[in-house]
């Protein structure tokens, strides 16, 4: 008789996944004493599935500054939830190409709207500014501000400012948050488009 193990609850999902056969792969949370913590999921048996769901696993450590557990689960240092940015760093590591190397993200992007660099710094205890590299671009700091705060469910602290509510600094998380926040409506509706592409498989229903 097989094991029922739990894995946890899912709260994301990569229905195929485009670096490897098309196969699901789910992000779970569980609950521990020392916090949440992530498992990168596959149901399927492909023969190399595993060392995929460690990659994904390791580039998610390495992009959001996540600490690896001996049980090879994800966790925050501060030991906070921080769902949806941990959702989208899911995704973007399941974007990457496996052959092609990354690195984590600076603290600036430069934006086409407002032609000019838009960076973000920290002023400690988990916040963040935005500042613009012209002037006059307040409304364009207010709109990244503002995308980053539904990325990574940040506290608005002000227009230009943006806090992690756990208190804690995250800058490579930002980083990669900061590359969305532009843009974030159609990442919204991306992410949510692809959570509802399909549902991770038992291994029966998997080729």
Do not use: W
């Not at 240092?77 to 769902?83: F, I, L, N, S, Y």
């Not at 995704?91 to 990354?102: N, T, V, W």
């Not at 407002?114 to 590299?133: D, F, P």
């Amino acid at each position: 008789m097989g094991q029922t193990v739990d894995i946890g609850s899912r709260i994301e999902l990569v229905s195929m996944d485009s670096h490897f056969h098309d196969i699901s792969i789910a992000l779970h949370r569980q609950d521990r004493d020392n916090g949440p913590e992530f498992m990168v999921h596959t149901y399927s048996g492909f023969p190399g599935a595993d060392q995929r769901i460690e990659f994904v696993t390791r580039t998610m450590a390495a992009l959001g500054d996540m600490e690896l557990t001996a049980a090879g689960l994800l966790r925050f240092p501060c030991g906070a939830e921080h769902a949806q940015a941990c959702k989208r760093l899911f995704l973007e590591a399941c974007k990457l190409d496996p052959s092609a190397g990354f690195k984590k993200r600076p603290l600036h992007i430069f934006d086409k709207k407002a032609a000019c660099n838009i960076s973000v710094s920290s002023l400690g205890e988990g916040v963040y500014r935005v500042t613009a590299e012209n002037e006059d671009q307040d409304r364009r700091i207010s709109a990244i501000a503002g995308g980053l705060i539904k990325l990574g469910q940040m506290q608005d602290q002000a227009a230009d400012q943006v806090a992690f509510s756990c208190g804690f600094a995250h800058d490579a998380l930002l980083g990669l948050l900061l590359v969305r926040a532009p843009n974030v409506r159609a990442i919204l509706r991306e992410q949510e488009q692809t959570s509802s592409r399909g549902v991770l498989a038992a291994p029966s229903q998997q080729e």
